[in-house]
């Protein structure tokens, strides 16, 4: 069973940038397509990003297109998520998730414990 741990959230100004980390441990991380959730005060968890586990696909929510990055390492088993050009409506929870198979915009059994982000105006 995989465990996910995030890292990189903050307080960052509108128009800036911030990369969020997810280091996987426990599992063969290669067998897990890797996503990226969120979930804003009072709103439900919604998909942001993912990526197959070669990284050869990836798939985006569409108000994060041309701004936001997944990749990941596989030597290192962290899947990152660049974000630029952020703005105050990103501002959530961001969440690391392990799925056995690239089933996005659904989620895997795996979750991470979250990290906050919080855009600025």
């Known amino acids: 069973q995989v465990q996910l741990v995030e890292s990189g959230g903050g307080l960052v100004q509108a128009g800036g940038s911030l990369r969020l980390s997810c280091a996987a441990s426990g599992g063969i991380f290669v067998s897990y397509a890797m996503n990226w959730f969120r979930q804003a005060p009072g709103k439900e968890r919604t998909f942001v990003a993912g990526?197959?586990?070669?990284?050869?696909?990836?798939s985006y929510e569409d108000s994060v297109k041309g701004r936001f990055t997944i990749s990941r390492d596989n030597i290192k088993k962290t899947v990152y998520l660049q974000m630029d050009s952020l703005n105050t409506e990103d501002t959530a929870v961001y969440y690391c998730n392990a799925d056995r198979k690239a089933s996005w915009p659904n989620p895997g059994d795996y979750w991470g414990q979250g990290t906050q982000v919080t855009v600025s105006s």
């Open positions: 990526i197959n586990w070669s990284g050869a696909h990836t």
